[in-house]
């Protein structure tokens, strides 16, 4: 259920026990019957459907053992499938093995890891704001404006934004300009890309 290179870096840390490939749902839901693994690793890119089913089912069937979710779609609903069936976190493998190794720690330690452009779209409050840091250029955004640079920073479009906050085009338009006087920004393409940087890698440009 896991690629290549992914293989390789997760087996220098770590002992992996099974590699299955979901082909018969049941005959996997049997193997972790008899004995439960310590992380399971569900790649979303190949059987995306039966992956799901797969999720849904081991978290029913037993729910002691975290999942990560993986997959090379950059599409949000990809990784709503994956939480919405139960999974524990989400990778995009175009990140680093070392973000891997570190989401796997996470997972073990009882905890949760989802990538931040999946938290700012469907869980902005869990993408932290440096909010405690007076003199950080976002301390001064009400939680609006974050909300809004956030959806800018995972690309989506002015119309969309409005279509998902349920307001009109012209008061996100208003917001987007705010933002870019109170950030210093000079045009829409630096707001773009210091909206991007921010949600990818947790800084401005």
């Given at each position: 259920?896991?690629?290549f290179?992914?293989?390789c870096?997760?087996?220098?840390h770590?002992?992996?026990?099974?590699?299955l490939?979901?082909?018969?749902?049941?005959?996997?839901l049997?193997?972790?019957?008899?004995?439960?693994?310590?992380?399971?690793?569900?790649?979303?890119?190949?059987?995306?459907?039966?992956?799901?089913?797969?999720?849904?089912?081991?978290?029913?069937?037993?729910?002691?053992?975290p999942?990560?979710?993986?997959?090379?779609?950059?599409?949000?609903?990809?990784?709503?499938?994956?939480m919405?069936?139960?999974?524990?976190?989400?990778?995009s493998?175009?990140?680093?093995h070392?973000?891997?190794?570190?989401?796997?720690?996470?997972?073990?330690?009882?905890?949760?890891?989802?990538c931040?452009?999946?938290?700012a779209?469907?869980?902005p409050?869990?993408?932290?704001?440096?909010?405690?840091?007076p003199d950080?250029?976002?301390?001064?955004?009400?939680e609006?404006?974050?909300?809004?640079?956030?959806?800018?920073?995972?690309?989506?479009?002015?119309?969309?934004i409005?279509?998902?906050l349920?307001?009109?085009?012209?008061?996100?338009?208003?917001?987007?300009e705010?933002?870019?006087?109170?950030?210093?920004?000079?045009?829409a393409t630096?707001?773009?890309?210091?909206?991007?940087?921010?949600v990818?890698?947790g800084?401005?440009?």
């Amino acid at each position: 259920m896991v690629r290549f290179s992914f293989r390789c870096a997760i087996e220098q840390h770590f002992q992996v026990d099974e590699y299955l490939e979901p082909d018969d749902t049941n005959q996997v839901l049997a193997l972790i019957a008899q004995k439960p693994p310590a992380l399971a690793i569900i790649d979303l890119d190949h059987y995306q459907n039966q992956e799901v089913n797969l999720i849904k089912q081991s978290k029913s069937q037993d729910a002691s053992f975290p999942i990560l979710s993986i997959s090379y779609s950059s599409d949000l609903d990809v990784m709503e499938k994956g939480m919405q069936a139960g999974a524990d976190g989400f990778l995009s493998k175009s990140q680093s093995h070392d973000t891997l190794i570190h989401a796997i720690q996470v997972l073990l330690q009882g905890g949760s890891f989802w990538c931040r452009r999946y938290l700012a779209k469907s869980k902005p409050e869990l993408l932290p704001f440096p909010s405690y840091i007076p003199d950080h250029p976002l301390f001064s955004l009400s939680e609006r404006e974050r909300q809004i640079f956030q959806l800018i920073g995972i690309k989506m479009k002015t119309s969309k934004i409005a279509t998902h906050l349920k307001v009109s085009t012209k008061t996100i338009e208003s917001h987007r300009e705010n933002l870019k006087y109170k950030l210093g920004f000079l045009n829409a393409t630096e707001l773009t890309a210091n909206a991007i940087s921010w949600v990818e890698n947790g800084a401005l440009l």
